[in-house]
């Protein structure tokens, strides 16, 4: 019979990084979604340094990336997880990984109207639009 009192030590916090990491690795790989995500905001930091946009713009724009980016995340961590715990199809489950995918689409809307009041005055005047 096992020793109920022995307890593992608490990881390092190199380790604790090292895991995180990891996980980055982990739940980027093989993620369409989360390669669509990762271009996007690849395309709006080129778009902030061409337009110029202000300091706290920056801080807008890169909290929104990093929402959305770790909203994905969590969409993901939750479909492994499902798929570790159920073997079969359960709608209890498929509701909770629905409700995932929905976080990360409201997170991508949000971030498309900040995008949108960030960059439409300096693009408008650009492309004639007013």
Avoid: Y
Wanted: charged share 15%; net charge neutral; proline share 5%.
């Amino acid at each position: 019979m096992p020793d109920s009192s022995f307890r593992p030590s608490p990881p390092s916090w190199g380790q604790k990084f090292a895991h995180a990491l990891r996980g980055f690795k982990l739940g980027i790989r093989g993620q369409s979604s989360f390669f669509v995500h990762f271009f996007v905001a690849a395309v709006v930091i080129v778009a902030g340094f061409v337009l110029q946009v202000e300091r706290w713009e920056w801080s807008v724009l890169l909290l929104c990336i990093t929402v959305v980016l770790a909203a994905e995340m969590f969409n993901s961590s939750l479909e492994h997880f499902g798929r570790a715990v159920e073997g079969s199809f359960n709608p209890e489950l498929g509701r909770a990984l629905d409700i995932a995918a929905a976080a990360v689409l409201v997170t991508s809307i949000g971030a498309v109207i900040i995008g949108a009041i960030v960059f439409l005055p300096r693009l408008g005047p650009m492309l004639g639009w007013w």
